[in-house]
């Protein structure tokens, strides 16, 4: 759509979930353009602009993810992976005339994920690739990148998954072909029999299991708003609703010891983390972190002490720790150029995370009283497997991760840099 202000609208948080993710300030560091999305769809997924100032925002465009060019444009990915730009005022911001398409072949990811910058001096550089919507496989990947199906010939639309606690079966969401719909199902390792364990609502997902195993928490829009759910496992009972609040509940999972309910709460722009003791589910909740930035994937330590989690409040996103449930007292940095889907290994000695460059990397915590980091390694290249929250879990060995692998394996990426950039969106675009 154009510039006008009648052609802006605003997020409607009761249409279901709604995740604000990959967040870029702009150069007068008043205001953040984000991206809204709808659950997984990436052709729903709608870019947004916040005034830091007064907490306002509104949609600008449909779009997986955008960026600004000091060129006084607003650069844009489309879900099907057109690259568009349109002029923008910093100011008002708001778009000053239509969008124009520039480039097709732009690589998206799960979550509307794009490898795409442009620098100050106008040098354009972005990923091609194929499309998410792939068919996928479930694979094991060892810590040095090989591979192996899980079952072969089981190929789907895999969303997330959750490995249960014996090893033994996985808990994962899979997209229907009819309008994208995702329900859960439990599949039984290795190459066993596929239940499905949801049936209502259109998006089942985050599947977390129960430290004993019987039973599944996941989110699910059942009731319209995003609330968090748990089943039996064996499918013998109905669903019951175990978290519902005014605000999407985006993620939720419990502690090793069944203690605690850790949760995030979704409302633009931000998303806040909670947790609540699971024997006073009526309480109010602990505040762990409810902030301007967008914090998101709350990861609790095997031992309870220590809370990962993913936050916007640098340039980027990164992992970062900070004591359980005292998360106030003080906060380490994990991941170093950008760091996102953070997962703890089963003896508590590492965390895994998905770096900025596309890898899969290892952090050894140091055992001991006060937190600590070790040695950091690259394990492995994630080029060919989805990206996103739960879109991978670690084996009981922590020697090998259960992993969603596209078919097309990714190979075609390609790497294409454009200097002179904003002379092509003078060109094309202009400035009004």
Sequence with gaps: GGGSSEQVTTVDTAQGETDHIWPEVLPDGNALLFTVMHGTRVDEADVAVVDLSEGSHRVLVRGVVAKYASSGH????????????????????????????????VGVRAFGSVDLTISAMGTLVYVTGTQGTEPTEMVWVGRDGTSQDIDPGWVGDFRSVALAPDGGR????????????????????????????????????????????????????????????????????????????????????LSSDGQWLLYRLSAPPSNDLYALRSEAMGDDPVILLETEFTEIMPQLSPDGRWLAYVSSESDRLEVYVRPFPNTADARWQVSTSG??????????????????????????????????????????????????????????????????????????????????????????????
Excluded: C
Excluded at 351 to 369: H, L, T
């Design 74 to 105: 607003l650069l844009y990915v489309t879900s099907d992976g057109t690259l568009m730009a349109a002029p923008f005022d910093e100011n008002r911001l708001d778009l000053t005339g239509d969008p124009v398409a520039l480039v097709d072949g």
């Design 339 to 432: 760091g996102v889907f953070p997962v703890w290994s089963h003896s508590g000695q590492e965390i895994f995370y998905q770096s900025a460059a596309g890898e899969m990397v290892s952090v050894e915590i140091v055992p001991g009283q006060t937190f600590a980091m070790g040695a950091r390694r690259v394990l492995f290249s994630l080029a060919g497997y989805r990206q996103g929250i739960n879109n991978y879990d670690v084996a009981n060995d922590d020697q090998r991760f259960v992993m969603i692998r596209f078919r097309g394996g990714g190979e075609d990426a390609q790497l294409v840099i454009v200097e002179n950039f904003f002379e092509e969106l003078k060109a094309k675009v202009g400035n009004e």
């Design 170 to 253: 996985l808990a994962v969401s899979i997209a229907l072909e009819q309008a994208g719909d995702q329900q859960l199902w439990i599949k039984q390792l290795p190459r066993g029999p596929l239940t499905k364990l949801t049936f209502d609502g259109s998006l089942n997902h985050r599947a977390s299991w129960a430290p004993d195993g019987r039973s599944v928490t996941f989110v699910s829009n059942r009731e319209l708003n995003n609330d968090l759910y748990v089943k039996r496992a064996d499918g013998s009972a109905v669903a019951n609703l175990l978290l519902d609040r005014e605000r999407s509940v985006s993620e939720g999972s």
